[in-house]
């Protein structure tokens, strides 16, 4: 990349963030570093695999309700699935539970400015513990997630088919803003949702594309139903099954959910985990 051809396209990026720049919740952080980092593990959390406007309603009532770290980590799961409901994929809001949780009891609420001491807590990878550490301390790490490969495939991959991360990692460094790094992503964040918008999913020519699988009559709509069912009180496998229209896949549903902790099964009745 040429430095004319750098200036270009981050001109292009501030440009369209100026004038364009979404006014997300999230987005509004307070001088206190505490509550900065909770807003933003809150809302990285919430954004995995998430549209942002389903997000922002549920991220609004998750912090009326819940307004600091300490609150998540008192919580019980169920509070928490509760607030949660509508979101999908539940077991991201124990594996946000269990951060805010090692974080009172390890950091006094404060997140840690160390990218590998984040990727230890569940549910939080290299990119969004770089993205952490980004909105939290505005500070330049490197990140991807899907509206940003669809930028940089979009100016720099026009024609090219199966781009992969590694090849796109350099551009993404060569170009971050070391004075703003903050604002740099949501300028890229604001700007690729726009080209999703205008030019279609860019981002499917990249080589980790993976369409999404169809909701409706999926497993992870079963294990959704089933979660709400045991929000109203524990049932047994039967009024279970009842519940859900006899479907084959319950057991194999029910296990997976007991595996990963969300729920227990109490004599001959399933309910929420209390941990």
Not at 142 to 163: G, L, W
């Amino acid at each position: 990349m040429t430095t004319q051809d750098k200036i270009l396209f981050t001109d292009v990026v501030w440009d369209y963030y100026a004038h364009h720049g979404r006014d997300l919740p999230w987005r509004h952080l307070e001088a206190d570093t505490k509550e900065v980092g909770y807003k933003v593990l809150v809302s990285e959390l919430m954004l995995q695999q998430t549209q942002v406007n389903r997000v922002i309603e549920k991220y609004q009532q998750w912090m009326d309700k819940l307004p600091t770290i300490d609150d998540v980590a008192r919580s019980s799961l169920a509070e928490l699935l509760q607030l949660w409901s509508g979101l999908g994929y539940n077991r991201r809001a124990k594996y946000l539970q269990q951060a805010c949780q090692w974080l009172c009891t390890h950091t006094d609420g404060m997140p840690p400015n160390d990218i590998e001491v984040l990727r230890q807590l569940k549910g939080i990878g290299p990119n969004t513990a770089a993205a952490i550490l980004v909105y939290t301390f505005n500070q330049p790490h490197i990140f991807i997630e899907t509206n940003v490969r669809t930028v940089y495939i979009h100016h720099f991959f026009n024609d090219a088919q199966n781009v992969s991360d590694v090849e796109l990692m350099p551009y993404i460094a060569d170009t971050v803003d070391k004075e703003q790094p903050r604002e740099w992503y949501w300028a890229l964040m604001d700007y690729g949702s726009f080209l999703k918008k205008e030019y279609g999913n860019v981002a499917q020519r990249s080589s980790v594309y993976k369409p999404q699988p169809q909701f409706k009559g999926s497993q992870r709509q079963l294990r959704g139903l089933v979660i709400k069912q045991l929000l109203d009180g524990p049932k047994t496998t039967s009024e279970l099954m009842a519940m859900c229209a006899d479907d084959a896949r319950l057991p194999k549903v029910v296990s997976s959910l007991e595996s990963e902790g969300l729920i227990v099964k109490t004599g001959v009745k399933y309910k929420l985990s209390d941990k």
